[in-house]
């Protein structure tokens, strides 16, 4: 599972990067699980896509597995938040209720070109938003069905 965890994770990440890409150098990605980033994200005055990997657990057993993840956006000096509505629709066109999205290890050492199983996105919804005292951010959770390919 440690292998494959790793690959969704990467996958996740690279697709939340082309995301943050795709607006431009001025939109910062990080992954809240990195202690590093997340500093960043607390000490800069940067728009960003934001996102973690909540669970991922054996659904029933491997190869089959239930994924949860937020990916969202964190914007700041924008009224009307009409910056965080144009990147949570990005948000929300990559990983769309229905879509199927191929996993690949992007993770040190992964070659990003074996596909190793794919992620089914099941269920998709928007969270409250919250504040950090000084930006706003919100979330898209995502539960999705992965299958490692054998």
Do not use: C, H
């Amino acid at each position: 599972m440690a292998a494959f965890y790793e690959q969704v994770k990467s996958t996740i990440d690279k697709a939340g990067v082309d995301i943050a890409v795709g607006f431009g150098p001025s939109i910062k990605f990080i992954d809240l699980d990195s202690a590093d980033m997340n500093q960043e994200l607390l000490t800069k005055g940067d728009d960003a896509i934001v996102w973690e990997l909540a669970t991922m657990e054996e659904d029933p057993v491997d190869p089959l597995y239930s994924v949860v993840f937020g990916i969202g956006a964190r914007t700041l000096n924008d009224p009307g938040r009409y910056n965080m509505a144009a990147l949570l629709g990005a948000v929300r066109a990559v990983f769309a209720k229905g879509e199927s999205i191929n996993v690949f290890d992007f993770s040190t050492g992964g070659d990003g070109v074996t596909k190793t199983g794919f992620l089914y996105v099941t269920d998709v919804s928007i969270d409250p938003q919250m504040f950090d005292k000084q930006a706003g951010i919100r979330f898209v959770m995502i539960v999705a069905k992965a299958v490692r390919l054998v």
